[in-house]
Each structure stands twice: as C-alpha cells, then as structure tokens.
C-alpha cells in the first residue's frame, strides 16, 4: 500500500468515525458537535436548497470549502469524506475475495447522474426539492437516525437489562452508554423500513459494479464532477506503451480507459491505481530497470489522451452531451406539464402539524432536506416523518404525532439542528409563544361531554402559564361535571393534553389541528 492510500483510507476512516460519532451524541442538551454542519458540506444539496427556497442559506460558506477541494484537486469528498461512499467501499472489499471485478471502457451511462442532476435543479426552479431523494448525505443520515440507532437503541437496551436482571453485570457500562451514546427511552419511527432499505439496495448494487451509486446516481457526484472536470492540481501519471487493463480493472469509479487515460471528472481519488507497478515487464512492454533488483517494472497509468477509445471525452462530460441531454430532459418536464405533475402537491392542504419555528408550508417543504436531524433530537419522539398528507413533494418531512410524543414547551432543539433554516432557531421564549395548531376537544369521546365523567387530564397538563383550557360547569345525563373548552387565544398547539388523554386509540378525546 502506497502512502498515499494509505492516507485515503486513514482519512475515510477518521471522517466516518467523527460523523458516526456526531450522529450518535445529537440529543437535547448538545454534547458534541452539532451535526448540521456535515449537511452543509454537500453542493448539491445547499445550492438545490436554496434554489427551491428561493433564498440563499449563510452557511453556503462551509460547502465551498469542498467546492475549492474540486477544483483544486477532484472529488475529494466522494473518495475520502462520504460516509456512504466508505460504506459501500467497505462491502465491496468485503465481498472482493468472492467477485472477480471487471470493467468495460467508460461509456455513456456515466452521464446519467448529470441527468439527475439537471432534472433536479430544473425542478428546484419551478419551487419542487427532491434532491434528498438521492443525496448521499441524507440517504446515510435517514438510515443512520430513522432506522439504524432506534433499532441497536432497543437492542441495547434489551440486552443489558437481560445481563443486569439475570446476571448481575454490566449495570455500569450500562449506565455510560445510555448517558452518553444511546438514549434512555424507547424510540422508533414510522416508516424505518423505507430508510433502511433505500440505504441498503445502493449498498448491493456495488455487487454489480463498485460505487454503481456514485457513478450512474449520485448528485452529490455529478455536481462535484462538474467541478472537476479539469482540476488546477491533476494526478501525474507515468507513461507505458501498451494497455494492459489492469489499472482500469481496479478503478472503483470506472474513470481509467482502456489505454490507461483517466477522466477527471470520473474520478473519487481514491488513489488505488496511484504508483500502481505492473507485476510483470512484458505486461506495458516496458523496460525501466528497478534500482532495488534491476527487475523491469513500470506504471500502466498513461497521460497522453487517446479519446478514440471511449465514449467520453478525456474531460469528462461535453458542453455539446451536457446541452444535448439537458434540452431533452427539459422538455419532457414541460411536456407532462408542471399543473398535472404537481396538481396534488400544489392544492392539498396542510394536514400535519409543523414543528416550532417551520417556515410556511409552501416554502418549508422546498427548504426541508430530510436529513433527519430534528427528529433524531426531538425530546419526546413526537417528530415523525410523514408520507403524501401534504402532498407529494412533502414526503419524508417532520410533522407531530401527538400521540406517539409532543412538544416539549420548554424545548427548542429542533430548530437549532435544521441546516437550512426550514425551522427557525427560535429562542425558548419566542418558542414558547409559536401556535403550532389548534387544540379541538372531540365531544362525541371526550369523558365528560360524552360520559358526564369528571375528567380534567388535559387542562392539568396544558404547559401554558395561564391554561389554554379552560374548565365550564354543565349537566351532562343529568350530572354536573367540569368540561374542557379551548381557547383558542392561549392554545399553542403543542399537542400534550392529545398525548396525554386517557381515551385509547389513535383517535382521542381532544386532538390538535394544523392551522395551515
């Protein structure tokens, strides 16, 4: 192994070990690095963001630090940061002993993470964000905080309560990580099959070619390879004489020709074709005496260009491929037209209930990144992500579910983790004072305007210093009883007194309704 990978692959490690780790501690009050700052290191999900919000997010400054990297030197994030992309190298080195890797000259499919691109960025114009579809950053933190920790927190859990119960061990190391990397209650999402799965199908497809992801899908990808098509500080390539194949053969992103050249903007920099020797002379026919053993020994790696042999050319995408299928791609978007395409989306109204601090409707879900973060931080578990209620283009945002948690009165987290201020960073008493919903009491099961039962769970409970509800004295089946009436003056809609009321069942006594 070469220092240079060598260096790669020490980096990889430390960077998804810093991020695993971030990922892990996110909770209410923050002990580590908040993580909203590794969302913001994406391009293509800043720019699309604020492309769709219609506003540019000051934190734009952190993804142009990766910017600089490719175009100074390539993807360097794709080879050496990406969680995902380290993820999907490790299975592939998993499985290498049991697949027989073989490359074909790069060929036109590569361009098809341009099209996604474009796709993309022409439907974050027309005001529609669904580049978290395929966003390795928010692919891996889905998986990682809606499927993977919920699912080893329970576990956890379960198995050191069955060593402490049955065994009298591990109270301590118990104690520890639940203070300070699990979390002390039982949490889970709807829908983590989803998240699981859109995370693990991209990892099999390395089965088929290695970092498939990267080279056919992946924004993140197409929009740092633009960046690279011709980078300031190039990798220097020895010359050989004859193509031998074996550096294309190891080449994760499918970038090296046949005759050894490389294309820039293909590239993930993952340095394993770097000072690549050739095991045998006769292999590049060439001859250069090693000074170690005065054995023959060369680089297949060349730098002359030979554009014959592949589809693309030697800087990657063309002007001439990029328009080309870029008219194409527009065109179908206006030929299905944009009224039927997102007709739903456009005229459904709000049936979730935002968190604290969500901008409107409209203008949250073209802002909101599905990175999971205010879920993942949610003190109650409350935050959950929603399907097609609020239409099409509002699948996998946060939205309340007062009955599996609420919102805390006193607590702001969510918005201090949103990395594109979809939800504001409220201070706790601008929180306090936001109107999420509106509380309704449902007389046909509410206990004492159904029953004539006295029940007052939901006036108890209600955070507001001066009780959004009140309590009225009437005759229910000839009793006196105290029955809830909400005002509507006070109600901020946290969703508690839903929570908290004993009528079972998915539909309760009183319940809160979005006022969007």
């Given at each position: 192994?070469?220092?240079?990978r060598?260096a790669?692959?020490?980096?990889q490690i ?24 590794f969302?913001?290191?994406?391009p293509s ?7 769709a919000g ?6 734009f ?6 910017v600089?990297?490719a175009?100074?030197f ?7 940061l ?6 999907m190298?490790?299975?592939a ?8 890797w073989?490359?074909?000259p790069?060929?036109?499919?590569l361009?098809s993470?341009y ?30 905080y809606l ?9 956890t ?13 591990g109270?301590?190391l118990?104690?520890?990580l ?12 709807g ?10 199908i ?10 498939f992801?990267?080279r ?5 990808g197409?929009s740092?390879?633009?960046l ?5 500080f ?16 190891m080449c ?8 050894g050249?490389?294309?820039?903007s ?44 592949s ?12 328009l080309?299928?870029g ?9 299905l ?20 601090g ?10 909101c990144?599905?990175?999971g973060?205010?879920?993942?931080v ?10 097609t209620?609020s239409?099409?283009?509002?699948i996998w945002?946060?939205?309340m ?28 008493e ?8 509106l ?5 046909d099961?509410?206990?004492p305007w ?7 769970v ?6 507001v210093?001066?009780?959004?509800i ?7 089946n000839?009793n006196k ?13 946290c ?9 079972e069942?998915?539909?309760r ?8």
């Amino acid at each position: 192994m070469n220092k240079l990978r060598a260096a790669r692959v020490a980096v990889q490690i430390a960077a998804f070990a810093f991020i695993a780790v971030s990922f892990f501690l996110l909770s209410f009050p923050f002990k580590f690095a908040n993580a909203k700052s590794f969302f913001l290191s994406s391009p293509s999900l800043v720019a699309l963001a604020a492309v769709a919000g219609q506003h540019i997010i000051a934190a734009f400054l952190i993804a142009l630090v990766f910017v600089a990297l490719a175009l100074l030197f390539g993807r360097v994030f794709c080879g050496w940061l990406c969680p995902f992309g380290a993820v999907m190298d490790l299975f592939a080195f998993a499985a290498g002993p049991f697949r027989k890797w073989g490359e074909a000259p790069p060929g036109k499919w590569l361009l098809s993470k341009y099209v996604l691109l474009l796709v993309f960025f022409i439907l974050a114009v027309l005001g529609f964000q669904f580049v978290w579809v395929f966003e390795p950053v928010t692919v891996f933190s889905r998986f990682f905080y809606l499927s993977f920790f919920p699912f080893l927190n329970s576990a956890t859990d379960k198995f050191f309560q069955y060593l402490i119960m049955n065994h009298n061990l591990g109270e301590g190391l118990y104690y520890a990580l639940r203070d300070n990397l699990f979390d002390a209650r039982r949490i889970s999402f709807g829908y983590s099959l989803s998240f699981f799965l859109f995370f693990l199908i991209p990892v099999l497809m390395v089965l088929c070619k290695r970092r498939f992801w990267c080279r056919y899908i992946c924004p993140l990808g197409a929009s740092l390879g633009l960046l690279s098509v011709k980078p300031a500080f190039p990798l220097k390539l020895t010359k050989c004489k004859t193509a031998c194949g074996r550096c294309q053969n190891m080449c994760r992103a499918n970038a090296i020709r046949r005759d050894g050249t490389y294309i820039s903007s293909e590239c993930v920099m993952c340095m394993e074709c770097a000072g690549l020797q050739c095991r045998q002379s006769e292999e590049c026919g060439v001859k250069s005496e090693d000074k170690a053993n005065g054995s023959a020994v060369s680089s297949c790696r060349i730098s002359t260009p030979h554009s014959s042999l592949s589809t693309l050319s030697s800087k990657g995408i063309t002007r001439k491929q990029f328009l080309y299928w870029g008219g194409g791609t527009l065109a179908a978007i206006y030929a299905l037209g944009r009224k039927k395409l997102f007709a739903s989306s456009n005229n459904s109204a709000a049936s979730v209930i935002r968190p604290p601090g969500a901008l409107p409707e409209k203008q949250f879900k073209e802002a909101c990144v599905r990175c999971g973060n205010c879920m993942k931080v949610c003190v109650t578990n409350g935050l959950q992500p929603v399907m097609t209620e609020s239409g099409i283009d509002g699948i996998w945002t946060p939205g309340m579910d007062n009955i599996v948690g609420y919102c805390e009165y006193n607590c702001n987290a969510c918005g201090q983790v949103c990395p594109t201020r979809a939800i504001e960073p409220l201070p706790i008493e601008k929180k306090t004072e936001f109107s999420m919903g509106l509380a309704d009491v449902q007389h046909d099961l509410c206990v004492p305007w159904k029953d004539g039962i006295s029940c007052i769970v939901c006036q108890e409970h209600c955070p507001v210093p001066n009780k959004a509800i009140k309590l009225e004295s009437i005759v229910v089946n000839g009793n006196k009883v105290d029955v809830p009436v909400v005002d509507s003056e006070l109600c901020i809609g946290c969703g508690i007194c839903e929570n908290k009321c004993p009528v079972e069942g998915r539909k309760r006594g009183i319940i809160v309704k979005p006022l969007r």
